[in-house]
């Protein structure tokens, strides 16, 4: 992983998951490996994100492990230090960005505007993630941007489902998406991972 774009080419989806138990997170990895999707964002937003982090990425070396809902400054290095690859922000300030980018690790920015959009494409940023997809304008928003911004290429996250999915990746300035559907609570909290890796393995077949 050099850039944040190399993130588009591991998978047509990014499962997002908010883990409850570090204990999950080398059998979650190893079956979404087994579907054929090679990287997962942990958010930050439990305690176990950060223990779950430093798991994958000691046991499961062909999983790249991103953490996500990087909100505050100090996270970035955290997430860093616990061997994510890559860092996922659901938006942006000045002080985060700083942060995120002394950080020294591949990032996808939030943007949820045409406004924040630029913005960030004026601090070299040209891949990103597009946030709340669904709710902030979702396929129309996305081709109506594609003509005055052509240069950058988004991962929507928010609302993506199974259904919605192939619409998102038949456009030009999409790279993958992200989405929480690859891993339910339900069959996390059951263990069900021979229902992730059938998941997985859908969320593969669309590219």
């Not at 138990?21 to 999707?37: K, N, Q, S, T, W």
């Not at 439990?46 to 809902?69: F, N, Q």
């Not at 996270?75 to 061997?83: L, N, S, V, Y």
Request: charge should be negative; hydrophobic fraction near 50%; charged fraction near 20%.
């Amino acid at each position: 992983m050099n850039t944040a774009a190399d993130v588009f080419d591991l998978a047509p989806v990014v499962p997002v998951v908010a883990l409850e138990d570090a204990g999950h997170a080398v059998p979650l990895a190893e079956a979404l490996l087994r579907g054929g999707i090679r990287t997962i964002e942990v958010t930050l937003r439990t305690s176990a994100g950060l223990p779950a982090i430093e798991r994958i990425a000691a046991e499961v070396p062909g999983m790249v492990a991103g953490a996500g809902t990087v909100t505050e400054v100090g996270q970035a290095k955290q997430a860093a230090d616990a061997g994510a690859q890559y860092l996922v922000t659901p938006g942006v300030t000045d002080r985060l960005l700083d942060d995120v980018e002394a950080s020294g690790v591949p990032y996808l920015a939030g943007a949820g505007s045409v406004s924040e959009a630029m913005r960030l494409a004026e601090r070299g940023v040209s891949a990103m993630k597009f946030f709340p997809a669904e709710a902030a304008g979702g396929v129309p928003f996305l081709k109506g941007i594609a003509g005055p911004l052509p240069k950058l290429r988004f991962c929507p996250t928010g609302g993506i489902s199974i259904g919605n999915a192939p619409d998102y990746l038949a456009l030009p300035n999409v790279g993958c998406v992200g989405g929480s559907w690859l891993t339910p609570k339900d069959l996390l909290a059951a263990g069900d991972w021979d229902k992730i890796e059938q998941l997985a393995a859908e969320a593969a077949a669309l590219r």
